[in-house]
């Protein structure tokens, strides 16, 4: 699905899986990388099956919070993390990290919140994605 905000310098050829942590591994899931900065609450490391945790390419804090609980639009929210992001080296390695892994095979980013749509693993998918 295409972000209105993706940058398309940014995009690599690569069809990630999105699934919710929550969920059970699949058997076409490859490589499970959750990417949100918080640990899921209620789910043991073993049960999440993760892979890769990297927590760096997530959204801050108060980006995070502003998207949830004080109505930030999207499109905005996606421009405030392509900025953070690259302002921050930590994230832009996560990004690299994220990318190598993807060219290894199979990959699938897995999120925490209750909806993918309007949540920054939809801007992750579609940087990742041609």
């Known amino acids: 699905m295409p972000v209105p905000c993706a940058d398309d310098a940014m995009r690599h050829a690569v ?3 999105v699934r919710r942590v929550y969920e059970a591994p699949g058997d076409a899931d490859g490589c499970r990388v959750l ?3 918080l640990r899921p609450r209620g789910l043991t490391k073993q049960a999440a099956a993760v892979d890769l945790w990297l927590r760096d390419i997530a959204p801050s ?5 502003a998207l949830h609980t004080k109505g930030l639009a999207f499109d905005a929210f996606c421009a405030a993390y392509l900025t953070e992001s690259r302002s921050e080296p930590v994230a832009m390695a ?7 892994t ?4 199979p990959l699938t980013l ?3 919140a209750r909806g993918e749509a ?11 994605t041609d």
């Not at 804090?61 to 919070?65: A, D, F």
């Not at 996560?94 to 190598?100: G, K, P, T, V």
């Not at 309007?118 to 990742?128: D, I, K, P, R, S």
């Open 15 to 17: 069809q990630p899986l």
């Open 35 to 37: 990417v949100d900065r």
């Open 61 to 65: 804090h108060g980006l995070r919070k």
């Open 94 to 100: 996560a990004l690299e990290r994220l990318r190598a």
């Open 102 to 105: 993807a060219a290894e095979g």
């Open 110 to 112: 897995l999120y925490a």
């Open 118 to 128: 309007g949540n920054h693993v939809e801007l992750l998918a579609a940087l990742l």
